[in-house]
């Protein structure tokens, strides 16, 4: 059954810690707001203490995170260890009578994020205030069962998400050991060596800034360097569609930020507008696992080029694309290599899919259970 919810101020329902850690003390994982993805929930990587300069914040396996700087990146995470953490990080825990994971999805929700972006102090970089939030008036379910079960169904979601992403780190590592093994391994020695340049077709993007939307409808979020690491968000531009359909950049495209954060990723967010610093790579004659894993493995050797360009953000050129070689087996050997490769590249490109839809539903559900718009009954969660 569904009880009745009061009004709590959130003092009454969270704790701030900022239990010191000091440089030279015990070694330990490190979060910075680097770690944290931006309005994902999630981590993207950990650091290390032996890496930090300055003294941190600890936290515990009974803690989460908020991000308090610049606080409408949502960069809010639940990291279920101990470690230590920027100062740029909030340290919560939960209050006697408050489940921790109710509260972490309060903190996760929109309504909180943008009343802690409002008591930010500070233009360039805002920051969250503790001192004003802590103030704030939260409606709660007073019995902790009912807070229990709506963090079941949430995170019950978020459990489906992270393991949609293990899947496909282990699909990545299979793919490029595959890869390792064929063309540097064993590589024959009879097979022909061509130009990254020649075996794909590197689309750069358009200044979307010159194609602003004409109406509400016939509009889409454009893919800048800041999206394809960290996803659409609502601080994400939009463009017209009215632009050349070869600019339109589908969830499963293989996308080369080529300026600034060199990367290559396998797009997996929502429809969107290619930017310029970015190319689209396809090809007609080869298969997509071919030119993405050879963008991959010359990668480290393009950030090399960024970094020895003397200008304040480091670039390829699309003469690097062209001298970077490639080799190529023949047809019927690039076949037999497709039949193990090809269906790690689907099912990756499948989960990216079922990770976007899973994320819009939890993001749908978060605000209307914390709103008490949706309730759930206590005995239907197992």
Excluded at 8 to 13: P, T
Excluded at 98 to 106: G, N, R, S, V
Excluded at 238 to 246: C, F, Q, R
Excluded at 329 to 355: G, R, V, W, Y
């Amino acid at each position: 059954m569904t009880g009745e919810w009061k009004e709590k101020s959130l003092l009454k329902l969270a704790i701030v810690y900022k239990e010191s850690w000091k440089v030279g003390d015990e070694k330990c994982p490190y979060i910075g707001l680097e770690h944290i993805e931006e309005g994902k929930l999630r981590l993207n990587g950990i650091g290390h203490s032996d890496i930090v300069t300055s003294n941190k914040y600890r936290f515990r396996e009974n803690n989460f995170l908020f991000g308090k700087l610049r606080p409408y990146f949502r960069k809010v995470v639940l990291p279920r260890f101990s470690g230590i953490c920027s100062t740029d990080i909030w340290v919560i825990g939960a209050r006697n009578g408050t489940d921790l994971t109710f509260l972490f999805y309060l903190f996760a929700n929109p309504e909180f994020i943008n009343l802690a972006y409002s008591s930010s102090s500070g233009t360039k970089m805002p920051r969250a205030d503790w001192s004003f939030m802590k103030n704030t008036k939260w409606l709660v379910p007073s019995d902790i069962e009912e807070q229990r079960a709506i963090a079941s169904v949430l995170s019950s979601l978020d459990d489906k998400i992270d393991l949609l992403h293990r899947q496909n780190k282990t699909l990545e590592a299979m793919a490029e050991t595959l890869f390792r093994q064929w063309f540097v391994e064993e590589a024959d020695e009879e097979w022909e060596e061509k130009s990254l340049s020649s075996i794909a077709d590197f689309l750069n993007g358009l200044a979307c800034q010159k194609y602003p939307p004409l109406n509400e409808i016939n509009k889409l979020p454009v893919l800048k360097i800041k999206e394809l690491r960290n996803g659409i968000s609502q601080d994400s531009d939009y463009a017209t569609t009215k632009v050349k359909p070869e600019y339109l950049v589908e969830n499963g495209d293989v996308i080369f930020s080529w300026s600034a954060s060199l990367m290559v990723k396998i797009w997996d967010g929502e429809k969107c507008i290619l930017n310029q610093h970015l190319f689209k790579v396809t090809s007609e004659d080869y298969p997509k696992w071919f030119y993405y894993q050879w963008c991959k493995y010359h990668l480290e050797e393009f950030v090399s080029i960024s970094l020895s360009h003397a200008t304040t953000m480091g670039h390829i050129k699309r003469g690097d694309l062209d001298v970077a070689m490639v080799l190529v087996p023949s047809n019927n050997e690039l076949k037999e290599m497709t039949k193990s490769m090809a269906p790690l590249m689907e099912k990756l490109i499948i989960n990216n899919k079922q990770i976007c839809t899973l994320e819009k539903m939890r993001d749908m559900l978060l605000p209307k259970l914390m709103s008490g718009e949706v309730r759930v009954e206590c005995e239907d969660v197992g």
